[in-house]
RNA sequence: CGGGAGGUAGUUCAGCCCGGUAGAACACCUGGUUUGGGACCAGGGGGUCGCAGGUUCGAAUCCUGUCCUCCCGACCA
């Protein structure tokens, strides 16, 4: 099988699609625009999700988990959302198959079970949650409902990418519900932070934080407030969004509460998600034409170790030594994999694991037995070192810390470099099309020139930083006044 | 959903134009030698050629339909 991977100068979307099937991620499968996570990637996940379970769990929420399948009836209860998701939508008409009396050994629809009412496969889990909600809240003292559920959701996309956009896809949904507005806008800037501190924390990852405009907005959001990172190739992804509701779920569920003066007024409500989309952010930030690069915070393994022995005798002994390395890592809290595998040799590990984008590597021969050191190497700046046995565990999580910093240093580093003022229209434009990233420009807060603008050149207005400076200036494509510059970006 | 390319062994692909017994490399299995950056020798196993029709004495190859994948576009809280 060739491991040879493209190279990210010459074919962008191909280095990409090789990084995630060559590193072992995830695999195409033979159901339209769905993916098959392998066990590798999937760990990748369980430990992003262990760290987000914490941080909401830490900020008071609990999860909970709701159906998958949403009567077309509820769909349709929020107006703007069902319009906003009506196109993407795979539906459930029958209930039962029989066997095709004209085919032997085939299926078919059996007409007779027909639906009375559809069923939508959720494309989120507004309309089921808001429904059950109403049933939860009668007075002040039920609120907040603060909950999250981890789910599959299915988007019957045109074009799918693997992690980017796939027709069925993992992600958290939280689903909050406040007596007041200002305690549900105070609950979706939270947890925007929460997504930004996780984004940048764990998966070094540096995101802006910002709200949309009303052109981006989340179908039923009355605000939406996002994460937006910058990949190398230099567009835009959103990473993640929480949504400020207002009443509008609550209206059109009929969520009401009692307050303590005994009025009844419905609730504010909030929601926010991140995605396996993020791993797709994690590969395209870091990784290199070797393959990916993982932070060493989430990473499946942080180490992994390789022996090099020549002969049965030598392995015996090294194989004691990295017992005791290995008990030595694992107590310092290192997650380590030893690959004593005969099939391969030394070089060939070296090269897969790079591949996998294994933050630390070590290298145990007799040579190195003997002189009491083992050859460490850091995936990221692909570096050797030495390193005495005694103390390693202490030195290699030094390095693993260090390597999580480097990562977020260096995408921060093309990230900053890449935001980019422009004042004409002509420097815009050249902006988009020869250097790529953020491009800072003043617009006139119209829809009509967001969508002018994205018609011309592709790029859509990302979001509008938060505590954005306020700096009176001219629209760069129609001139009028603005207050402030927002961000523009070609965008995944 | 429009345009383009594809689907043949576990993987990457050749064979198709011009129909005639299913191929290569890598991977896998056995044995041996090896092991500090993708090892070598010898032997071996493995494919209803995406699926369904049609043409033909005969179809991986020609025709029609269909499903799936990739790239570009449209779409994408």
């Not at 859509?460 to 306020?470: G, H, S």
């Amino acid at each position: 099988m060739s491991k040879e991977i493209t190279s990210r100068s010459e074919d962008y979307a191909q280095w990409y699609n090789d990084l995630v099937l060559k590193g072992g991620l995830a695999d195409y499968s033979a159901v339209r625009g769905c993916m098959v996570i392998k066990p590798y990637g999937y760990t990748l996940w369980e430990n992003m999700q262990d760290a987000l379970d914490k941080m909401f769990k830490d900020t008071g929420h609990v999860n909970a988990y709701f159906p998958l399948f949403v009567p077309r009836s509820f769909l349709e209860k929020e107006e703007g959302h069902a319009e906003g998701f009506a196109k993407e939508c795979a539906v459930v008409t029958h209930y039962r198959l029989k066997v095709n009396p004209d085919k032997k050994g085939t299926l078919m629809v059996d007409p007779d079970s027909k639906l009375e009412e559809e069923l939508i496969v959720r494309p989120t889990s507004e309309a089921v949650i808001w429904n059950t909600y109403k049933d939860w809240i009668q007075s002040y003292r039920d609120l907040p409902l603060l909950i999250n559920q981890w789910a599959n959701v299915v988007r019957w996309e045109m074009r799918t990418r693997l992690f980017l956009r796939t027709a069925e896809f993992l992600w958290q949904e939280g689903h909050t519900a406040h007596a007041t507005s200002d305690e549900a806008i105070a609950e979706a800037e939270q947890m925007l932070g929460v997504y930004a501190e996780f984004a940048e924390n764990w998966m070094a990852l540096p995101v802006i934080k910002g709200v949309k405009t009303p052109n981006e907005r989340f179908a039923g959001a009355v605000e939406t407030y996002c994460i937006e990172a910058l990949m190398q190739d230099g567009k835009a992804l959103q990473a993640g969004t929480s949504h400020f509701l207002g009443q509008n779920f609550a209206k059109a569920f009929d969520v009401k509460f009692l307050n303590k003066e005994n009025k009844q007024e419905h609730v504010w409500a909030t929601s926010w998600g991140v995605s396996t989309r993020l791993i797709g952010a994690l590969v395209m930030a870091h990784s290199d034409d070797s393959g990916l690069i993982l932070p060493p915070k989430i990473a499946p393994f942080q180490v992994v170790i390789v022996p090099i022995s020549k002969g049965d005798e030598q392995k015996v002994l090294i194989d004691a030594k990295v017992k005791t390395i290995m008990e030595q890592l694992k107590a310092a809290g290192i997650t380590v994999k030893y690959d004593n595998n005969d099939n391969a040799r030394p070089g060939w590990k070296f090269a897969e694991y790079e591949l996998k984008g294994v933050p630390v590597r070590i290298a145990i021969g007799a040579r190195d037995i003997e002189n009491n050191v083992a050859e460490v190497a850091r995936r990221d700046t692909k570096e050797k070192m030495s390193m005495g046995f005694d103390g390693l565990a202490v030195q290699v999580k030094k390095l693993l810390d260090d390597i999580q910093q480097n990562l977020y240093n260096k995408a921060r580093t093309y990230r900053d470099a890449h935001i980019t003022p422009a004042n004409t229209w002509d420097e815009f434009k050249k902006l988009l099309e020869e250097k790529g990233g953020f491009v800072s420009a003043h617009w006139d807060g119209t829809s009509e020139t967001e969508d002018k603008i994205k018609e011309e050149t592709k790029a859509t207005i990302r979001c509008i930083p938060l505590n954005n400076a306020r700096e009176d200036g001219k629209c760069i494509y129609s001139g009028k006044p603005s207050k402030e510059r927002v961000l523009f970006a070609l965008a995944y």
